[in-house]
């Protein structure tokens, strides 16, 4: 009795940490269940964001500075106004967008909530030409608009309140049966369980990034149909293979195909920018 009492504190329990803010994923409309706030969350990232910067060097390269300064904000000033007119404008309080290109010569960018991005001079010779940079750039932004971050740490969260009342009970019933004492091994395979769902979730947030990204690059003007050469551009760069199954990302070719069966949906939300034509400045002679 005394057992099945435990099963069912530890049952209530499990049930509370799944209460929490529903988030709807713009686009995709997928919902998620976040245990942090948006106020919890940015302030956890802007601190980290500035540890980060005070460590960082940028880039000494002020044309590719401006580029990635403006490609972001363009991307950024699309997103806002996709946000406004769907019924997300709240969400726009919590982006203050800060774009900044850092020495590095990793082909990589990341994301912080909040739309603290940052590129790696490495990803440019990759990128090419300013709509592949549109592609990433977008990519980065999407895990921003999309809490990616809170639902990794909102997962994280109930997995260890799952693991530590697991592991209660289930020591507790071994040690009625006079089994010992085997919460270690049960804290072990917990966690190496834990560790193969959050692979899987990434690559899942992964997917959904690439399919927002190319829609926010379309969105801003940029052709989407440049992220299958960009990508596979990306996969030619790679120095090795990693199995899908032990990576965070989708494998190259997945993530490729993807793109490309999503491709008739980006393109509705693509209006080419037209260049207005150059002035001429000549100047004909008058007769005398």
Known sequence: ??????????LLALLATGCGTTNTVPITGRQTQLLVDDAQILSLSSQQ???????????????????????????????ETYLKNNG?????????WEFNLVANNQAN?????GGKIVVYEGM?????????????LGHEIAHAVAKHS???????????????IGGTVLNQVAQAKGLGNYSSLIDMAAQMGFNFLNLKYSRDNETEADHLGLIFAAMAGYDPQVAVAFWQRMAQSSQGKTMELFSDHPSD??????????????????TPQTT???KNNTTSKKKK
Do not use: H, W
């Not at 009795?1 to 530890?10: P, S």
């Not at 440019?124 to 990433?136: G, H, K, M, R, Y």
């Not at 990794?152 to 530590?164: D, P, T, V």
């Not at 993530?255 to 490309?260: H, K, T």
């Open 88 to 96: 997300y404008e709240s969400e726009l309080k919590n982006f203050q």
């Open 1 to 10: 009795m005394k057992t099945v009492k435990t099963l069912l504190i530890a």
């Open 253 to 270: 070719e997945k993530r490729i195909a993807a793109l490309q069966k999503l491709m008739p949906e980006a393109l509705k939300y693509y």
């Open 49 to 79: 964001y500035q540890e980060y910067m005070k460590g960082a060097k940028l880039s000494a390269n002020q044309n590719n500075t401006a580029l990635v300064k403006r490609v972001g904000q363009r991307l950024a000033t699309a997103v």
């Open 150 to 164: 809170a639902e990794q740490l909102s997962k994280q969260m109930r997995q260890q309140y799952a693991a530590q």
């Open 276 to 278: 207005p034509a150059p």
């Open 124 to 136: 440019l010779p990759v990128t090419q030409d300013e709509a592949s940079l549109a592609i990433v």
């Open 109 to 113: 960018a990341f994301c912080m909530p």
